[in-house]
């Protein structure tokens, strides 16, 4: 599937927020059929939807797939908007229940939400709270950003420090949060093999917000006692390593997430939760090595089969 012809997108008016005007956008794969199951896909940070191959490998298996490019992100990124920008993470449910409305008319068939990332943390957190919850069958969760890299003992210290002066100042923050090396051994032009717009995913990444941040931890405390009732399938990397600077070992591992705080934090979700590490995996899985990626999907549909 390509991106510029086999997907339609839809814009989705928001509220109006701190920043003023608002929008998000649902892409939708144009082979999708009327009353077949669904998945709904939310990207990263500093990322947006671009793995056609992905969408592809769905929709020949009998899924409709869509995917939601969060406000200040990709397609819904706003010239007046500070990207990938908020202060809340409830900000997001907003286009998270719109795109659930507009798939649910076009089919009454089971609905998964699928979240890689900070969009795992998102989407598990919309299973606790948001507005339409009730209408997703199940949660696929792609290393998922359960756990910020810092000593856990210092966390709430963190906290009260990122709290403050992100009050004091709404814009403060940290210019390079990212290491380069992950999204070099992803773009074509580096060590890759994938094209997407550097505009939206940069290599050396956006600024990360002290609000941000705030925003991010206190979702991540959200989760200490969930126990969601629906089925979660949870996907990581075998092993994770600290890679600054692009080698080849970036193309085997997770170097965004610490493997074991996923699998630690994932198991305890919900009441049925399947943990499924994927050896030479990296932070993306669907975007590994392609017999890496052919194995991560083999994983995940047998799964769904069962679900």
Same mark, same amino acid.
């Given at each position: 599937?390509?991106?510029?012809?086999?997907?339609?997108?839809t814009?989705?008016?928001?509220?109006?927020?701190?920043?003023?005007?608002?929008?998000?956008?649902?892409?939708?794969?144009?082979?999708?059929?009327?009353?077949?199951?669904?998945?709904?896909?939310?990207?990263?940070?500093?990322?947006?939807?671009?793995?056609?191959?992905?969408?592809?490998?769905?929709?020949?298996?009998?899924?409709?797939?869509?995917? %939601?490019?969060?406000?200040?992100?990709?397609?819904s990124?706003?010239p007046?908007?500070?990207?990938?920008?908020?202060?809340?993470?409830?900000?997001?449910?907003?286009?998270?229940?719109?795109?659930?409305?507009?798939?649910k008319?076009?089919?009454t068939?089971?609905?998964?939400?699928?979240?890689?990332?900070?969009?795992?943390?998102?989407?598990?957190?919309?299973?606790?709270?948001?507005? +339409?919850?009730q209408?997703?069958?199940?949660?696929?969760?792609?290393?998922?950003?359960?756990e910020?890299?810092?000593?856990?003992?210092?966390?709430?210290?963190?906290?009260?420090?990122?709290?403050?002066?992100?009050? +004091?100042?709404?814009?403060?923050?940290?210019?390079?949060?990212?290491?380069?090396?992950?999204?070099?051994? %992803?773009?074509?032009?580096?060590?890759?093999?994938?094209d997407?717009?550097?505009?939206?995913?940069?290599?050396?990444?956006?600024?990360?917000?002290?609000?941000?941040?705030?925003?991010?931890?206190?979702?991540?405390?959200? %989760?200490k006692?969930?126990?969601l009732?629906?089925?979660?399938?949870?996907?990581h990397?075998?092993?994770?390593?600290?890679?600054?600077?692009?080698?080849?070992?970036?193309?085997?591992?997770?170097?965004? +997430?610490?493997?074991?705080?996923?699998?630690?934090?994932?198991?305890?979700?919900?009441?049925?939760?399947? %943990?499924?590490?994927?050896?030479?995996?990296?932070?993306?899985?669907?975007?590994?090595q392609?017999?890496?990626?052919?194995?991560?999907?083999?994983?995940?549909?047998?799964?769904?089969?069962?679900?």
């Open positions: 599937m390509d991106l510029q012809n086999d997907f339609t997108t814009i989705l008016e928001l509220k109006d927020d701190y920043e003023g005007k608002v929008c998000a956008t649902l892409v939708a794969a144009k082979a999708n059929q009327k009353d077949q199951p669904s998945v709904l896909y939310i990207h990263g940070f500093v990322d947006y939807f671009f793995q056609a191959h992905m969408a592809e490998a769905f929709v020949e298996k009998g899924y409709n797939f869509y995917a %939601l490019d969060l406000r200040k992100y990709g397609r990124l706003l007046h908007q500070h990207p990938n920008y908020c202060r809340d993470m409830h900000e997001y449910y907003e286009e998270i229940t719109q795109s659930i409305k507009i798939i008319q076009l089919s068939q089971p609905l998964y939400l699928f979240g890689h990332s900070t969009g795992g943390l998102l989407s598990s957190n919309y299973m606790m709270d948001g507005a +339409l919850r209408d997703v069958k199940a949660l696929m969760l792609n290393s998922p950003f359960f910020i890299k810092f000593p856990k003992a210092l966390k709430p210290l963190l906290y009260g420090v990122v709290t403050l002066i992100s009050k +004091l100042f709404p814009y403060a923050k940290v210019d390079k949060a990212l290491a380069p090396a992950y999204a070099q051994s %992803l773009h074509k032009d580096y060590h890759g093999e994938w997407f717009d550097l505009t939206w995913k940069p290599i050396e990444g956006f600024p990360a917000y002290f609000v941000w941040l705030k925003a991010i931890i206190s979702a991540q405390n959200s %989760l006692e969930p126990r009732k629906i089925p979660i399938l949870v996907m990397a075998a092993q994770s390593k600290d890679i600054m600077n692009y080698n080849e070992e970036s193309k085997s591992a997770d170097i965004v +997430l610490v493997v074991d705080d996923i699998e630690h934090i994932g198991a305890q979700l919900g009441d049925d939760v399947t %943990l499924i590490a994927i050896e030479d995996g990296i932070h993306d899985l669907f975007l590994s392609a017999k890496v990626r052919t194995v991560a999907f083999e994983k995940m549909f047998t799964w769904l089969a069962q679900h």
